[in-house]
């Protein structure tokens, strides 16, 4: 199959890319408005780019033709927004934050999540979440309808009990992040891991 995303597909380019490109991580981002209303949406166009600086790519689309989604706006105004790694136990939570509120209404309270202060930036932190990663805004780029934030990450917060304090090293069988799959409903478990070692 061939499908031509520049001509008959052009319509079809999310179902056709966000069926295939997968298991993609999720981030739960978290951000606030002018006033420091807390807003919280998912993003499974996201992903870490770099360490040097440590970068994270999050691409929120428009809420309707030229409106942003209110993580946009945020990140526009304030410069700053928190990435969370979604595991199992949050699975539902994350998918209720996943609802159209009005602006202005808070997901997290919604979908029954504890806030807590970051460390260096104004966005909350969700108690819940296994991995929180503050970010600051590098540069936000824009082509057609699509816009990609990129974020310096500042600070790193992981659970307790995940990784290896000595190694950094997460054992296998103690973190289970939730991946996105194909449009609209579908997720997977990345409980079943193989190993794999890079050839000399």
């Known amino acids: 199959m061939e499908f031509d995303l520049e001509g008959e597909h052009e319509e079809r380019a999310y179902t056709i890319l966000a069926g295939l490109v997968v298991p993609r991580p999720i981030a739960l981002v978290t951000t606030v408005d002018l006033e420091g209303r807390v807003n919280a949406a998912p993003f499974s166009f996201f992903n870490v780019i770099g360490d040097d600086p440590p970068a994270v790519v999050l691409a929120p689309g428009n809420r309707g033709p030229g409106v942003p989604k209110d993580t946009a706006r945020n990140v526009r105004l304030t410069g700053e927004f928190v990435v969370h790694l979604i595991d199992e136990p949050m699975g539902a939570a994350m998918n209720a934050c996943a609802a159209s509120l009005p602006p202005g209404e808070n997901e997290l309270e919604a979908a029954g999540l504890t806030a807590v202060a970051s460390s260096v930036v104004k966005p909350p932190r969700i108690a819940e979440a296994p991995v929180a990663l503050e970010c600051r805004e590098w540069s936000t780029i824009e082509f057609g ?56």
């Open 145 to 200: 309808g699509n816009r990609l934030v990129i974020g310096r990450v500042l600070r790193v917060h992981v659970r307790d009990g995940i990784m290896d304090p000595e190694t950094l090293l997460i054992p296998p069988g103690v973190y289970a992040p939730v991946g996105r799959m194909q449009s609209p409903n579908w997720y997977c478990r990345t409980g079943d891991v193989f190993a794999m070692a890079r050839p000399r």
